[in-house]
Structure formats: C-alpha cells, structure tokens
C-alpha cells in the first residue's frame, strides 16, 4: 500500500476545488486516496450539501479503472418505476412506449466505475439487481432472459442511515454489507471549524470574478456569526448565502448584515434561528413581573386600609373579588409570556409562589380584634373577617401553577395533537427538535412520545 504524503492530500483536494483544512475532511480525502487502488466498494455517508460527489471522482481517478467510463447516477432523481431499466436496460417490448432495446448504465460502465449517488432510494427489486452485479458481475434486462455480464466498480453515496432502513426492512441487509465494505464519512460544515471562513472567502472571490463586481471582505463580527450557524445545508447552503449577500451588499460586511440574511433565510423557510450565542432581550418579562408586584402591593394596600377602617362590607367583598380575578389574570399571562420566552430561549423557567404575608396579617387582625373587644368582636365584623380568611384560604389553595407544570402541560397536550410526531411538535412550539427532546426527558415524557 503506497503512503499517502500531506503534499498528495493538498494536491487532490486543490485538483478538485475542495476547500479546508479540518483535521476530519482531510482523514476522508487520505481514507478515498488509499482506497483507491483496490477494486472494491465503497460507501460514502455525509449530509446532504457536504461535497460527497466529489470523493467517487477521487476514487475513480486515482484506481486503475481511470481510463474507463465514470457514470454517476442519482438513484433519487430517477422514477422508482423506471430506475431498474434505467440502471440495467431493457429490450424492445419490455413495457409500453419501450420501442427499441436500451442498454442500461451498469453495462455502459463497463470497466469503469459507477456512482450511485442516493443509493439508499432505490427499490427493492434494484437492490435485489444491484446484490446480484456485485456478487457475480450478471444482470438482466428487463423483458429479457439473457444473462449478461458487466465489470463495474461501485461508489455509493447516502445521507441515510442505511443500518436503521435495513433493521425495518427498508434496505437489504446483504447489499449493505457490500456496498459498505469500506465506508468514508465527510463530516458536516458545523464540524469544520475555520473552513467556514475560507469557504466564505472563496465563495466572495468566485463571485466577484464571475459577475464582474468588488469583491466583499467579511470582518471578524460576521465571521463570528457564520461560524456560528448551524448549517443545516452545509457547504450548498453557505454558497447560497454568500451568493444573496454578493449581490446586495458591497464593502465590509458586519455581523449585523450577515445575520440580517440568516435571519431572513430562516423566516422563509419556517426554521428556527440556529444561533449557538443570541441573547433574548428579556424587556417584555420584566415589565410584567414589575406589574405583577405592583398589583400585588396595591391588594396588600387594600387589604390594610379595610382592616384599619373595618370597612368589610360587601362591596369591599365584591372589589377584592374582582382583584383577585384580575390578578390571576396577570398571572396568567405572565406564565404564558415566560414559558414562551423560556422555550424560545432555552432558559429554565421560574416559579412564582403567592405572598404569604397577606394572609397572616389577616389572621393577626382577627385575633387582635377579638381579644380588645369588650364584648367580642361584632357579629358584622366576625362575618366580614371570615369572608376575607374565606377569601384567603380560596388563594392559597387554587395556587398558581409554577411554569414547569405550564410548560409540561402545553407540551404534552403538543405532543398528542401531533401523535408523538417529533418535528411536527416542536415546529407548533417554535422550538428545536433537540429542545423539545431535551423538555421531554427533563418532564419523563417519553412514553407520550413512542407510544405511536
């Protein structure tokens, strides 16, 4: 096996304009080029928009099948119903408007290398085909029952979990292993690190050459931003930025620019900021619990000015009846506003207890009174003082919830309406999947979650 040098590893990433320096990206590019001269198959995972299209090129080019045809065939892009003639013909006749025989791509790509880029997408009777290639080297035509026989190396690519389809019968569980005899991972654009800013720079540079406009230069508050982004797209989706701001923007670009556009990007497309450091202007909380205190002090007041006056009559009755309503309300509201805050914001809510000093101080007034009373306390006033204790005691037992049980209880109520679906529960909260998993471990709901 021939040692693959640093200066090997530069000079195919540089032949085929991949750009970076991550210690995991340069594993898989020196993993392709090891591999390359041995004939056997090879799976390349990656999400989508990492560059995995350019590793079986890698691979094709540097093995002694180089000279022969390279096919690359996106399994996901061909119509179930046609992928099996797509891939291995058919004869004239075979089916409707098949008017003339069709050589398909395995036999086109003999002694040369084909890609299957989407592998993870073709149907189980293409895998059942595909098995039987790569076994033996012999496929069918459809409509025919000539054996033929092809030579071809297989690169497939996914950004599957292949082990979990085939676990629920989704994938063979024969050509997995054989496609998978050797198996390269390019990692994500979140894992990159500093890639980001080369790729940005390139990206600008490109642009500016191609359009023929000022090339823009980013500062270290916009590197920041991009560096911080969870690039759900990866490497495509950070071209697609750089390319919007290329032709908008000229100059310096700031971190307020490029998270303008990142923000802009995630509103259309209905995901959640995926800031990693935006902090939450906690303005709107804070004035309701400052009014919250307020009207607390003013029932306190209210409840002072009664006991001093010994105005316990029903009206007074009625208004501490409707303060009490008012002040659930606000409450109320305050609950919803920070539990929102607090799953927008991933924060651990608060909890909010009732004042108990209210309470005592009505107690301390009713024995007071009593015990000064030459006669006792009044009948009136003994009536009057039980309504506010009545009144008390209402409180404290219909305490309010804390924001845990708020939040607990939107989330399962959540979770039923969208029969344990995951993502369909966290895109009705507003919140990440990864938040809403996080909330359903903290509350002991996964058993709400899997049941269905």
Not at 2 to 12: F, Q, S
Not at 277 to 287: A, G, K, L, P, S
Request: one cysteine or more; glycine letters at 6%.
């Amino acid at each position: 096996m021939a040692k693959i040098t640093d200066a090997k590893i530069r000079e195919t990433m540089q032949r085929y304009s991949i750009i970076g320096a991550a210690p995991a990206l340069l594993a898989a590019v020196k993993r392709a080029l090891i591999i390359a001269p041995i004939d056997i198959s090879v799976l390349i995972n990656g999400e989508n928009g990492t560059g995995k299209e350019f590793f079986p090129k890698i691979i094709h080019d540097n093995s002694p099948r180089k000279h022969a045809k390279y096919i690359a065939v996106n399994c996901g892009a061909i119509p179930s119903g046609t992928i099996t003639s797509e891939l291995f013909g058919h004869e004239k006749g075979a089916f409707t408007n098949a008017e003339s025989e069709h050589a398909g791509y395995f036999e086109v790509a003999d002694k040369g290398t084909i890609f299957l880029d989407e592998v993870a997408d073709l149907t189980l009777d293409a895998q059942a085909r595909l098995l039987r290639v790569l076994e033996s080297g012999e496929f069918l035509r459809v409509g025919s029952s000539k054996v033929r026989k092809t030579n071809v190396r297989v690169v497939a690519a996914t950004n599957k979990d292949l082990m979990q389809m085939v676990k629920v019968g989704e994938f063979r569980e024969d050509l997995f292993y054989r496609i998978a005899a050797i198996r390269i991972e390019v990692p994500p654009l979140r894992d990159r690190g500093e890639d980001i800013k080369l790729l940005a720079t390139k990206f600008c540079y490109d642009y500016s050459e191609q359009y023929h406009i000022p090339p823009l230069t980013f500062d270290e508050s916009a590197y920041r931003q991009l560096m911080a982004f969870r690039w759900g797209g990866n490497v495509r989706e950070l071209q697609s930025l750089i390319r919007e701001i290329a032709s908008f923007e000229s100059g310096v670009v700031t971190g307020e620019t490029v998270k303008r556009y990142l923000n802009q990007k995630n509103h259309n497309s209905n995901l959640p900021v995926a800031y990693d450091n935006v902090q939450h202007d906690y303005t709107q909380e804070r004035e309701l619990i400052f009014k919250l205190i307020l009207q607390m002090q003013q029932e306190i007041k209210d409840l002072k000015e009664a006991m001093n006056t010994g105005g316990f009559a029903s009206g007074h009755q009625l208004a501490s009846s409707n303060n009490k309503m008012h002040l659930s309300s606000s409450i109320s509201d305050l609950q919803r506003q920070s539990s929102s805050i607090a799953q927008a914001s991933d924060i651990e809510p608060t909890t909010l207890e009732p004042e108990p000093m209210v309470w005592q101080k009505v107690d301390d007034y009713d024995q007071h009174h009593h015990d000064n009373s030459p006669h006792g306390s009044s009948s009136a006033s003994r009536h009057a003082i039980h309504d506010i204790k009545a009144t008390a005691i209402d409180v404290e037992e219909d305490k309010v919830k804390t924001l845990q049980d708020t939040e607990r209880e939107v989330i399962i109520n959540a979770i039923e309406r969208n029969h344990g679906k995951r993502r369909q529960t966290a895109e009705e909260l507003g919140i990440s999947e990864r938040t809403l998993y996080r909330k359903i471990k903290e509350y002991g709901l996964e058993y709400r979650n899997n049941r269905k």
